[in-house]
């Protein structure tokens, strides 16, 4: 319920609850409030944009 986007524009659906429970970062991320001006696909689904690479997502993920 929410992407993953990064720098060179691939992306990553995933769900959040699975982040939250696996890493902290992503729990701290998620408990901070998005705001109105938070980009969003056609589907109203959150993007988060990242910094590492596709290949590193992939391995992550």
């Known amino acids: 319920d929410c992407i993953l986007r990064t720098p060179d524009g691939t ?5 959040k609850a699975i982040l939250y429970l696996g890493s902290t970062i992503f729990r ?18 959150p993007i988060i ?9 992939q391995a992550l993920l």
């Not at 944009?49 to 997502?57: A, G, L, R, S, Y």
């Open 28 to 45: 701290d991320m998620f408990d901070m409030p998005s705001g109105a001006s938070a980009d969003k696909d056609e589907a109203n689904m």
């Open 11 to 15: 992306e990553f659906k995933v769900v």
């Open 49 to 57: 944009p990242v910094e590492e690479d596709p290949e590193t997502m």
